[in-house]
């Protein structure tokens, strides 16, 4: 079932995206980032046990017709199953919904979101809005993510 997450879930949420993040797949998250963007958040959960997590993505609204798809994650021995395309799917519903124009993504895995119809660009084609989270990242200014837009 996808859903959104409940605030008690984020410790559920962090649990989940630290193993990626320890692979240097997924940039850090603190508790703290993961409860102010709780409303961005898309959970698919077990549907036999509503409170086990299988995956998680997040939308973030960046500008007024632009979003970032972020924080993909789907327990391991749940890849394949077609769980991170369900929740990707849900964030380019929503962004429908909410009238934006496009989708970008910064990601170590191109691949996954060239099959959902995103496609590479150079970063610098990004607005600099979205690089307000960066000057934070470990990485910064040598950034190794690879960009991807969506347009709806």
């Not at 995103?118 to 690879?146: G, M």
């Amino acid at each position: 079932m996808i859903r959104k997450v409940l605030v008690n879930e984020v410790p559920d949420i962090k649990k989940l995206i630290d193993p990626f993040v320890n692979e240097g797949l997924i940039l850090p998250k603190s508790l703290l980032s993961l409860y102010t963007s709780v409303r961005d958040f898309w959970i698919m959960s077990d549907d036999k046990d509503p409170a086990h997590i299988l995956g998680c993505c997040a939308l973030q609204v960046s500008w007024v017709d632009i979003a970032e798809i972020r924080t993909l994650a789907v327990r391991k021995d749940n890849h394949g199953k077609g769980i991170g395309r369900s929740l990707v799917q849900a964030c380019i519903d929503e962004a429908a919904q909410l009238g934006l124009k496009q989708l970008f993504t910064l990601t170590y895995v191109p691949d996954f979101f060239n099959r959902l119809g995103f496609s590479q660009v150079d970063k610098s084609t990004l607005p600099n809005k979205i690089w307000a989270d960066c000057i934070h990242c470990q990485y910064f200014p040598d950034c190794r993510e690879t960009a991807l837009t969506y347009q709806l």
